[in-house]
């Protein structure tokens, strides 16, 4: 069994991050507290913050926590941004009035909403200087991205 593909791929993939289990923390936006990242790298894994919502200086504060509180390795996460869309405010309309058959209203205003400065909280993830930064279709070893 010690030669099963599966066995083989995990082991190098924890050769390669310097981790004792093959355990990731998902990195998912808004639900990656510093102390599970903690606990999970404390246990041998990789611990992961989902950025997408965070502003350059709280995904410095994350990862100053979770360096602080572990040795272990931890990943970020950043979703490449979308061209910003084309607004049609009949059909936000209706699809507002649709949620609010089984939630709260939602404001008008919630599709103005901005996401935080993709590159500078690219910036802050160099700086931050994560054992591996994820993407939605693989990773990117920090070493080779600065390359």
């Known amino acids: 069994m010690p030669d099963h593909p599966a066995l083989v791929r995990?082991?190098?993939?924890?050769?390669?991050?310097?981790?004792?289990?093959?355990?990731?923390?998902?990195?998912?936006?808004?639900?990656?507290?510093?102390?599970?990242?903690?606990?999970?790298?404390?246990?041998?894994?990789?611990?992961?913050?989902?950025?997408?919502?965070?502003?350059?200086?709280?995904?410095?504060?994350w990862t100053s926590d979770v360096r602080a509180g572990s040795n272990g390795g931890f990943q970020l996460n950043l979703w490449i941004p979308d061209p910003p869309p084309k607004r049609d405010a009949a059909a936000?309309?209706?699809?507002?009035?649709?949620?609010?058959?089984?939630?709260?209203?939602?404001?008008r205003e919630?599709?103005?909403?901005?996401?935080?400065?993709?590159?500078?909280?690219?910036?802050?993830?160099l700086e931050a200087g994560p054992q591996s930064y994820r993407r939605s279709w693989g990773f990117i070893r920090i070493a080779s991205w600065r390359e």
Not at 25 to 38: E, K, T
Not at 96 to 106: C, Y
Not at 111 to 125: I, L, S, T, Y
Request: aromatic share 6%.
């Open 10 to 61: 995990a082991a190098a993939f924890c050769e390669t991050f310097d981790l004792r289990v093959p355990i990731l923390m998902a990195p998912m936006a808004g639900a990656c507290p510093a102390s599970l990242a903690i606990a999970v790298a404390n246990a041998g894994g990789m611990g992961g913050c989902g950025a997408l919502l965070m502003q350059p200086d709280a995904i410095k504060a």
């Open 110 to 125: 919630a599709g103005d909403v901005k996401p935080p400065d993709f590159d500078a909280q690219c910036e802050a993830m």
């Open 92 to 107: 936000e309309d209706a699809v507002r009035r649709f949620l609010g058959h089984w939630g709260p209203e939602v404001a």
